[in-house]
């Protein structure tokens, strides 16, 4: 198989504020493997915040063409690599490999002739609502913000939250609730609260209709964490302290939820890993993703059967959309029925 690889500069439609951070752009490196006429792709998520700056994510993918050069047959990696078995691949960073996995899944889809989600497991092809982010801002562009999306047909919107003065995010939840009664409220800190705080100001924004809450404090203090998740009034969902496969086995049964990114766990054989892990432990499946493209996101689609809440809103908050094939502006993101991912480039895309 031969890889190749091209980075590209995704820009969002507006700066997206969080506690530790403003977004307005982002790197992503478009992996494609090729083997007899046919040409998988995947999209490695460049993020400082992972350790995996642009420079790094190229450094490991020429590393490792030479290994991919070697492999056997699509079919033959892609099952030694569901199984575990050694595929040859040297070691990588779990968001080159997840790149790399996406490519392999689709070039072994298109080369099938069925859909990713056949491939792994799902005959009838996911599609579930997904949340919409709404950044750090004033409770009145806020509520503009859910109003728009309320009627675009979101039912579940994630509010960002962790303002140097908690009030401040109390009026946005209120503001946004006021705008969309009907929605189900997921709240955001990213970690930004101690967990005196985050004990205090759960009750209040439970108030609020608030029916979830994503890492409410500080990551590195999964202990902490879980004394949290026991005295919440709602649902508590790990997010930075569930990276890896481990993560989520050591949290399993102490919080109610665990956020799967693919980009951070490693991919798709990794999400499904942990699926199985939690099962029957009382702690659900969330997936997320960091922003990137329908590329991007689109293997994490086939796989939201599994999960009880889905954030799969990083393409929704792009300028301009480099692939399609996912939907989501109507609040639904659907695996497409097509050969392998099924997402296709733009026609402004096409030949860039």
Do not use: Y
């Not at 033959?76 to 899944?105: F, N, Q, R, Y």
């Not at 300028?319 to 399609?324: F, M, Q």
């Amino acid at each position: 198989m031969r890889l190749t690889w091209q980075a590209t500069e995704l820009v969002l439609a507006e700066p997206l504020r969080i506690s530790r951070s403003v977004m307005s752009r982002r790197d992503v490196v478009g992996v494609a493997l090729e083997h007899g006429g046919l040409t998988g792709h995947g999209e490695v998520v460049s993020s400082d915040h992972l350790g995996l700056p642009t420079p790094r994510v190229i450094r490991h993918l020429t590393e490792a063409r030479p290994a991919v050069a070697r492999l056997p047959d699509p079919e033959t990696t892609w099952d030694a690599h569901m199984s575990g078995a050694p595929t040859g691949l040297p070691e990588l960073p779990p968001g080159v490999l997840a790149g790399i996995e996406a490519a392999l899944l689709d070039l072994v889809g298109k080369r099938a002739g069925r859909p990713a989600h056949h491939l792994l497991g799902t005959h009838t092809a996911p599609a579930a609502p997904t949340t919409r982010t709404i950044g750090i801002t004033a409770p009145a562009p806020a509520a503009a913000q859910a109003a728009r999306l309320a009627l675009s047909g979101f039912t579940a919107l994630k509010v960002k939250a962790g303002s140097p003065d908690p009030a401040d995010d109390l009026a946005r939840v209120e503001a946004v609730r006021t705008a969309a009664p009907r929605a189900s409220l997921l709240l955001d800190p990213n970690g930004a609260w101690t967990e005196r705080q985050a004990l205090d100001l759960l009750p209040r924004f439970a108030d609020l209709g608030v029916t979830a809450v994503e890492q409410p404090i500080a990551p590195g203090h999964p202990e902490a964490l879980a004394r949290v998740a026991k005295e919440s009034p709602v649902p508590v969902i790990a997010d930075e302290d569930a990276v890896s496969h481990d993560d989520a086995v050591a949290l399993a049964g102490l919080v109610h939820g665990v956020n799967v990114k693919l980009a951070k766990c490693g991919g798709v054989r990794a999400a499904l890993r942990i699926h199985d892990a939690l099962r029957g432990s009382g702690t659900d499946l969330m997936l997320g993703c960091l922003t990137a493209s329908s590329l991007g996101i689109a293997p994490a689609v086939h796989l939201a059967d599994r999960a009880r809440w889905v954030d799969l809103d990083g393409h929704l908050l792009l300028a301009d959309d480099p692939w399609t094939g996912i939907g989501g502006t109507d609040g639904t993101v659907r695996a497409p029925d097509r050969d392998g991912l099924g997402v296709r480039r733009t026609p402004r895309a096409v030949g860039t």
